[in-house]
């Protein structure tokens, strides 16, 4: 029963249900927000996408600011980190435990890259828009993957590992952040059960890296890359020339 109790203590249920609060507000953010007169740019879809970038960025940094107060020395997070620090060993990810943060991190942006480049030019092929890229799409881009990222990381790495980092064995940290992560992109990009999947599992690289480096501009940089690539894909999709 005392095991039982630590596993499910207060802290435990703090930083999950406001995981969870947080993650529903931005699955039903564009519903919120629709009620929203905001008119910013004139391409309804870059409009909508400004709207739920600002929405977000405010629910990642008020959830980040809760924990700050709630466990002040976490806010060492929030730094770059030690990328020098050697990964612990994890042989699904290809890391044998020798080699820095550093030359891990680049291995697995470019495997990660390499997926999510696959399945959103599958999404582009298939909805014909591979002839819809254009140049004014490229600082929205940056812009909406800066933003995303940065408040995604907030919630979903910052807020799981100021809760509960030091309290609770590393194994339970990462199957929380990257179950927690996962589970809304269902509704996202990419969605459905490979959505699911394939943020579930980059959940718990990136969470992985946050723990070991204690900083999480590495995981922010590397999430960062991905939605480049979503964004474009999903600029490409949704905007015709």
């Given at each position: 029963m005392k095991n039982l109790h630590k596993i499910f203590s207060m802290r435990m249920f703090i930083t999950i249900s406001t995981?969870?609060?947080?993650?529903l507000m931005l699955v039903f953010g564009n519903q919120l927000?629709?009620?929203v007169g905001l008119q910013v740019h004139q391409n309804p879809f870059v409009n909508n996408l400004i709207k739920f970038q600002l929405y977000a960025l405010i629910i990642g940094l008020i959830t980040a600011f809760v924990f700050i107060k709630l466990n002040p020395t976490s806010i060492s997070y929030l730094g770059v980190g030690k990328?020098?620090?050697i990964a612990a060993k994890e042989k699904w990810l290809g890391i044998n435990g020798t080699s820095t943060w550093f030359k891990n991190g680049l291995q697995l942006l470019i495997v990660v890259s390499l997926a999510t480049s696959i399945f959103m030019f599958l999404g582009v092929k298939y909805t014909n828009s591979i002839n819809n890229f254009q140049w004014w799409f490229v600082p929205f881009i940056?812009?909406?993957s800066i933003t995303n990222a940065f408040s995604e990381e907030l919630i979903f790495r910052f807020?799981?590992?100021?809760g509960l980092v030091n309290q609770y064995p590393k194994t339970y940290i990462l199957i929380i952040s990257s179950t927690l992560f996962g589970l809304p992109h269902f509704f996202?990009?990419?969605g459905g059960i490979i959505g699911v999947i394939m943020s579930a599992?980059?959940?718990y690289i990136l969470c992985k890296l946050t723990i070991e480096t204690k900083g999480i501009v590495m995981a922010w940089l590397i999430h960062l890359v991905q939605d480049v690539i979503i964004f474009t894909a999903l600029m490409m999709m949704n905007i015709q020339k």
């Open positions: 995981v969870i609060a947080a993650a927000l629709s009620k990328w020098s620090a940056l812009l909406f807020t799981v590992v100021a996202g990009n990419p599992m980059l959940g």
